[in-house]
């Protein structure tokens, strides 16, 4: 994440040492002793002018170039760890909220990272105002992932379930 944050930090850094060195020449009368020397102080603000050239071409690259394809290393990134996170967060939190709407809630007893496998498994599905639409138990689901380039397709498979809901409560 280090090129994608450098477009921000750069300018402020080159304001920071500029602001450093011109304020050092000021304090240690070194402006006077340039001037009496018969140095023209335009020639002193050259240095300065360049590095806020040379730091406007590299934000310049770093923001059409650079950080457009390190964007797109991070998402690929999180992408293909989709099975780390969604294993990872049901064995510390015990479920799983899945995206985009956040309205399926899943459940496990227990996660099996190797065999893609979770036992105990509860989902549960809400409405929009939190209530409650429907509840699916299973004794154990295989949870296989097929990666596209823009998304994820995440197949639950799961045996033995049962579903509750409020209209119906049947088993199948």
Do not use: W
Not at 36 to 58: E, H, N, Q
Not at 60 to 68: A, D, E, I, N, Q
Not at 72 to 90: G, P, S, V
Not at 121 to 131: C, V
Request: hydrophobic residues 45%; charged residues 15%; proline residues 6%.
């Amino acid at each position: 994440f280090l090129p994608i944050t450098l477009p921000f930090v750069l300018p402020m850094s080159a304001l920071f040492a500029t602001t450093l060195v011109y304020g050092r020449l000021a304090s240690d009368n070194e402006l006077d002793a340039c001037r009496a020397s018969g140095l023209p102080l335009s020639s002193l603000v050259y240095p300065g002018l360049l590095l806020a050239i040379m730091v406007s071409i590299a934000n310049l690259l770093l923001s059409f170039y650079v950080m457009p394809a390190f964007v797109h290393r991070a998402e690929n990134a999180i992408k293909n760890d989709a099975r780390q996170i969604l294993f990872r967060n049901i064995q510390q939190k015990g479920f799983y909220v899945l995206p985009p709407d956040e309205r399926v809630r899943i459940y496990s007893d227990n996660a099996d990272v190797q065999n893609n496998v979770l036992s105990g498994l509860i989902a549960a599905e809400t409405a929009k105002d939190g209530s409650i639409r429907k509840i699916i138990t299973a004794q154990d689901a295989q949870i296989t992932f097929n990666p596209h380039e823009k998304f994820n397709e995440v197949r639950i498979t799961a045996h033995n379930t049962n579903q509750i809901g409020p209209q119906e409560d049947a088993a199948f």
